[in-house]
């Protein structure tokens, strides 16, 4: 398929692209976070986002269906950002939204999947969450800021095969990241919030 190539070890993973069948899949739960099988995926998905990363300069996060595994996990990389619950990249598992704000905002979106495109969508400005980390612990993200907030809301729709395309806001709201950085001042305008890099 025409998906990006990444290497991790002896492993290669591709992230898939908007088209590719494995976006569109509904992930099962990962039941044992002790699994060798998952501890291996889980490398995998941080080989791939650090990969990313470094060859584009720009990626916080990607979820395990982006590289064709159909479990729900994430691995996050926020960089040194005292709100993260670890200064390092780590993995949220089974992430459940708990709460939402009613204030919203728009913004353009990005994806590893369509990553020439940008995608204007409507976010809520804080979410909650309940997941488990990869020791197995339970643990709670109250009114997550508004940054990681996004971030969260985008790579949570990606467990359920749901695409920031998807939630374009109208005809309008899907450009080149080509033309979006030339007519950076015009596209900003248009919304409430712009994304801040990490790299």
């Known amino acids: 398929n025409g998906g990006l190539k990444f290497g991790m070890d002896d492993r290669v993973r591709e992230v898939l692209l908007v088209g590719e069948e494995g976006l569109r899949v509904v992930c099962g739960e990962v039941e044992d976070v002790t699994c060798p099988m998952f501890v291996q995926y889980n490398r995998e998905l941080h080989g791939v986002l650090q990969k990313f990363r470094k060859e584009n300069g720009f990626g916080r996060g990607i979820s395990a269906p982006q590289v064709s595994i159909p479990l ?47 995608v204007k969508v409507r976010r809520h400005v804080h979410i909650s969450i309940e997941y488990t980390d990869e020791t197995g612990a339970s643990r709670t993200w109250q009114e997550i800021p508004q940054d990681i907030s996004e971030l969260l809301q985008h790579e949570i729709d ?36 712009a994304i801040t890099p990490t790299i």
């Open 158 to 193: 990606h467990l359920a095969g749901v695409l920031a395309l998807d939630k374009a806001i109208d005809k309008n709201s899907v450009i080149s990241r080509d033309v979006y950085a030339k007519n950076r001042a015009f596209f900003d305008a248009q919304v409430d919030y």
């Open 72 to 118: 729900r996990f994430i691995a996050l990389d926020l960089g040194q950002d005292a709100r993260s619950p670890a200064q390092r990249p780590f993995t949220i598992i089974n992430p459940r939204i708990t709460a939402f704000s009613e204030a919203t905002f728009t913004m353009w979106d990005d994806c590893m999947s369509f990553p020439w495109l940008l």
